[in-house]
């Protein structure tokens, strides 16, 4: 009973869509909603292909990433005048937790209590690791990240992994971090927790101190964070799965290699088993850190041109000329479909719409 046509526009991770309804209520059937409405929009092949298998082979859906490229791409150019290794400061207003001023062993509680909230200049030197992410998301997997680092670096002092905490609640974000550091042994590497709202000018400045992006999760719809960072021309290390085979290889970062397990869809209370998602292969992740520093220090040629490599595959998937052309093909697709249904429908009657009348009138009764 939609008064105009509607296009729905989601992300998704796993490999199957929900296809039955939850508490007698159709609209949470996936595949029926979508086959109602015709069409869908969603960001990268990896959904479409599932939404096709799920309906059927043409069923109309394109992938249109977040136009982020255009935005971050200048940064490029700053980027390159940074030479490896050298010291970049950024001024934040929040709160930071150096591995270099603190015992990450001491309780969260005493950490939280001598690090307030408050504007000060981060530092930061050696080749640099960032990953952004919301600790309390399971899909983030960021304990294998933070884990693989610690293991690959613990015996490595010129190497900094920066941990911006994407998270309303600063001590609920921190603590998460927290308690998992603790568990871990001291290494020679740097580790920075970061909770802070960064404006554009100090988050450009956080991509341009950056030499790799790193990600671990199970699954994305098309991941940010990632996006801008490579748009900018910061290779990326990340797992090659979901919305990432869309623009991630060998020639722009470091693929970790991936498997497939059983997991249950988000929504189903029931937990059931039905659908899978992508585990980050440990090893691989953490050989891609040891190799990454072993080429930023080593071969700036070969950085170069990952970090070339990365802006071109980046504006190749989400800058706005692309996001623009796709979504132009789709609508005017969209039009001829509506055109060409229009004709083929019976013009409605009196007769119709008494009979309409009629129908409620004994559906009421």
Not at 28 to 57: K, Q
Not at 238 to 247: C, N
Not at 251 to 267: K, S
């Amino acid at each position: 009973h939609l008064e105009c046509p509607v296009v729905p526009v989601f992300a998704w991770e796993y490999d199957s869509l929900p296809d039955e309804a939850w508490g007698d209520k159709r609209e949470t059937d996936w595949l029926r909603v979508l086959a109602i409405l015709g069409r869908a929009i969603t960001h990268s092949e990896f959904t479409a292909n599932v939404v096709r298998r799920a309906i059927r082979p043409d069923y109309p859906i394109v992938s249109v990433a977040a136009p982020v490229w255009d935005r971050f791409e200048p940064l490029a150019s700053v980027r390159r005048e940074a030479a490896a290794g050298g010291q970049r400061c950024i001024e934040v207003d929040g709160t930071v937790i150096d591995s270099r001023t603190c015992d990450f062993s001491d309780p969260p509680e005493t950490l939280l209590g001598v690090h307030p909230r408050q504007q000060q200049r981060l530092l930061l030197d050696g080749v640099v690791y960032t990953a952004v992410f919301c600790p309390l998301d399971g899909r983030k997997n960021w304990e294998d990240l933070l884990s693989a680092f610690c293991w690959a670096f613990r015996d490595v002092g010129d190497c900094t992994l920066v941990m911006k905490l994407v998270h309303h609640d600063r001590d609920k974000a921190m603590e998460e971090v927290l308690a998992e550091l603790r568990r871990l042994p001291r290494i020679a590497a740097r580790i920075v927790l970061l909770h802070a709202y960064l404006d554009d000018v100090q988050y450009a400045r956080l991509v341009c101190a950056t030499d790799f992006a790193v990600n671990s999760s199970l699954g994305e719809g098309q991941c940010l964070p990632l996006m801008e960072y490579m748009s900018a021309g910061v290779p990326a290390i990340a797992p090659a799965h979901t919305a990432m085979l869309d623009y991630l290889d060998a020639e722009c970062g470091y693929p970790v290699r991936a498997h497939e397990e059983l997991f249950h869809w988000p929504q189903d209370m029931g937990l059931i088993l039905r659908t899978r998602r992508f585990r980050p292969e440990w090893e691989s992740l953490m050989q891609a850190y040891v190799a990454s520093r072993r080429l930023r220090l080593g071969d700036s040629p070969g950085y170069m041109r990952l970090s070339l490599r990365a802006r071109e595959s980046l504006q190749a998937y989400c800058s706005r000329r692309v996001a623009r052309a796709r979504l132009l093909r789709f609508f005017r697709a969209h039009a001829r479909a509506l055109a060409a249904a229009a004709r083929f429908s019976r013009p409605r009657s009196r007769l119709d719409r008494l009979l309409e009348f009629l129908g409620r009138g004994e559906a009421l009764r």
